[in-house]
């Protein structure tokens, strides 16, 4: 589990492998991901938008931005959760993703908040981190 706190907003990730959705033959490794997001604040918000930098073992680099996550934008009152699974398919059997999400307060406020980066490794296998 992988997680960041920013301005009272805790985002929690856990990867996981899926042997079934992937064909190593083939290069192809796909990774389900599950998303906690938690309001530690005193404020209602939304997460209007995301941004993901996902870079595979090979350096590649693979950018996504979006409104929302998976078709929707979460409101959370102080207190409240939220929770999606989303996945990412890679070329490479190991990579790391890492990115933040775009937060609005009923005021109109925007803020960033830290998405952790996390690893995206095939499980069994030896990692090296450069």
């Known amino acids: 589990m992988y997680r960041a706190i920013t301005a009272g907003i805790e985002v929690s990730v856990e990867p ?18 599950q998303v906690t997001i938690i309001n530690h604040s005193p404020d209602i918000v939304t997460l209007i938008s995301r941004y ?14 979006g409104d929302g996550v998976v078709g929707e934008q979460p409101r959370l009152e102080p207190g409240d959760s939220f929770q999606y699974t989303s996945g990412c398919p890679l070329g490479t059997p190991s990579g790391i993703m890492v990115g933040r999400y775009t937060m609005e307060t009923e005021t109109g406020d925007q803020f960033e908040v830290d998405i952790p980066a996390f690893s995206l490794d095939l499980p069994g296998q030896r990692t090296v981190l450069n």
């Not at 079934?20 to 990774?31: K, T």
């Not at 993901?52 to 931005?65: A, F, M, S, Y």
Request: no cysteine.
């Open 16 to 33: 996981i492998f899926l042997p079934e959705q992937s064909d190593p033959e083939e290069s192809h490794f796909v990774w389900a991901y």
């Open 52 to 65: 993901w930098h996902i870079t595979d073992e090979l350096g590649r680099v693979q950018e996504v931005t």
